[in-house]
Structure formats: structure tokens, C-alpha cells
């Protein structure tokens, strides 16, 4: 393929990323209510960015990754790149996004310019690395590939849940049913999940009965021992760390801060996981895991 064509075609990914965030994030937000204009500030929350809240005399800030709408993206912007001129092509489409995003009409949120930037550049950064990966070691190809497939069996699950917890909850299961699973899978091993504000309605949030954080936990930890084992037989004696690593990310990235302050008074709500102790339970899980997984390879071998 010419260069200029793989240039167009990696162009052409950019725009289908940014059209197809924008798009599940607009559905997210329809279904939560909170009217189509705040889909840009979704948009900027998803790569990293910030959005505030300006509404009379009340401001602050959201601090929060809907992980369904940052997944969504990066499948999309990642499917087509299959060479160093399409990654090109793709980013510089991306990055002009990122300077359209805050000039975009965000009802009641603002999308802040600089740390959407910055935040999705960074995004950036993650995706085409983990794309290069790909191109490179296969492992990784398998250990992502379990965990795309996790986080599309959340959504899945929230889905058919919505059944019975109406629009509202659709809506959250849209955005944030990933981010569900994240605090699903640390729980399942024992990760301190705080809840701020618990006082405070959160009426944007609609879990049901399938919230993370009112389960038991012995069903989360069993789904996380499958998700575990997994990722092992994909990822052999590298497990250890790659579960350190992906279990200390959920816990930082599942959760979600909203700070709110009216003069001198400022209340603050949210979720938040102990990253450390996730990476220490995800070195754990692994390496059980990497030991199930060769001990029963090797028998196999000796059955066979």
C-alpha cells in the first residue's frame, strides 16, 4: 500500500474512534438523562481529560473514566493499525479532535482544554503502545484479547440487568460497566474499595442489584479466579506481573471523584480502590495461577 493511502486510512480510523465514542457516549447520557450536550464532556473523560461543573453558584469537578465509552474507542482506533503510517494518519486526527472537544457545547459540564490534551494524549500513548505490543509479542495479543472479552461479558451482563433496572440503568451499564468489573475483580480478591459521601444521593448511578460493591464477595471472587486463570494460560510464567500490573490499573482507573463546592463549602463523593494493595493481590492471583495453569499442562502431558 503507497504511504499516502495508509496515511488516509489510519485518518480514516481517527475520525471512526472520535465518531464512535462520541456516538456510545451520546447514548450513555440519553439514557442517564443528563441530555445530549454533555456527550463532548463523556468524550473528554474517557481519554483522561476534566470536566467541571458550573451550574449558579455551584462548581466543581469530575474525576471519573467511563471505561465503556475509553473501550469503544481504542477497539476502534486500534482494529486498522497495521503500520507505522497509519498510526500517523490516525493520531493526528485524534489529536485535532482533542482541540475541537472543549469548544463543544457540554450543557452543565465544561470540558477543561489542557488536561484534555494532555489526558488524551496520553490515552494515545497507551493504545498505539499497547497496539505495538501486539505486532510484536503475541502474548500480549492473547492476555488483551481475555481481557477485552471480560469487559464485553460486563456489558453484556449489565444489559440484560437494565431488563429490570429500566433506561437509567442501561445508561450506566453503557458507560461504566467496565469500570463495574474493575471493582467486581479487586473485591473478588480482597481489595478495600472506600465509598466517600455515602450520605449523599449519587442519582446518576444506577446499579441494581448487580452493583460490585453489594454483592458478597465469594461470586466476585470466583469470576475473578476465571478472569485470573485465563490470562495465565494466555500468559504463562509472565502472569505474576501482568496481573500485578492489570489489577493495580483497575483500581485506580474504576473508580470515580466528584468534588462539588458552593462558597466555602466543598463535599466530595466517590469510589476509590487501594492500588497497592490490588498489585500485591494481583502478584498473588497470578503467580497461584501460573502454577495451576503449568501443573496442569503438565499433567496433561503425562496423560497423554
Do not use: K, Y
Not at 69 to 97: E, I
Amino acid at each position: 500500500m503507497p504511504e499516502p493511502r495508509a496515511v488516509a486510512v489510519g485518518a480514516v480510523a481517527g475520525v471512526v474512534a472520535l465518531t464512535g465514542m462520541a456516538g456510545w457516549a451520546l447514548l450513555g447520557v440519553t439514557l442517564l438523562g443528563l441530555g445530549a450536550a454533555t456527550a463532548p464532556a463523556a468524550v473528554a473523560l474517557a481519554v483522561g481529560g476534566s470536566a467541571g461543573i458550573t451550574q449558579d453558584l455551584v462548581s466543581g469537578s469530575v474525576s471519573v473514566l467511563p471505561l465503556g465509552v475509553s473501550l469503544v474507542g481504542a477497539l476502534l482506533f486500534a482494529t486498522v493499525l497495521t503500520s507505522w503510517p497509519r498510526v500517523a494518519g490516525a493520531v493526528g486526527v485524534f489529536v485535532a479532535g482533542l482541540f475541537a472537544l472543549p469548544f463543544l457545547p457540554a450543557g452543565q459540564l465544561d470540558v477543561r482544554f489542557w488536561p484534555t490534551l494532555f489526558g488524551g494524549i496520553g490515552w494515545l500513548v497507551v493504545v498505539v503502545g499497547v497496539r505495538v505490543a501486539i505486532w510484536w509479542f503475541p502474548r500480549v495479543r492473547r492476555v488483551v484479547a481475555v481481557l477485552m472479552g471480560a469487559a464485553g461479558f460486563s456489558v453484556v451482563v449489565g444489559v440484560v440487568a437494565s431488563a429490570w433496572g429500566g433506561a437509567r440503568m442501561l445508561g450506566t451499564m453503557v458507560l461504566a460497566a467496565p469500570n463495574l468489573l474493575c471493582v467486581a475483580l479487586t473485591r473478588g480478591f480482597g481489595v478495600p474499595w472506600q465509598v466517600h459521601g455515602t450520605e449523599l444521593p449519587l442519582p446518576t448511578i444506577e446499579t441494581g442489584a448487580v452493583g460490585p460493591l453489594a454483592l458478597p464477595e465469594w461470586p466476585l471472587a470466583m469470576l475473578a479466579a476465571v478472569v485470573v486463570v485465563l490470562v495465565a494460560v494466555a500468559a504463562g510464567w509472565h502472569t505474576p506481573w501482568v496481573a500485578a500490573v492489570c489489577f493495580a490499573a483497575m483500581a485506580a482507573f474504576g473508580g470515580a471523584a466528584l468534588d462539588i463546592g458552593a462558597g466555602l463549602f466543598r463535599i466530595e463523593l466517590g469510589v476509590s480502590g487501594d492500588v497497592l494493595v490490588a498489585a500485591a493481590a494481583g502478584l498473588a492471583a497470578g503467580t497461584l495461577a501460573c502454577l495451576l495453569v503449568a501443573a496442569g499442562r503438565s499433567w496433561h502431558r503425562r496423560r497423554t
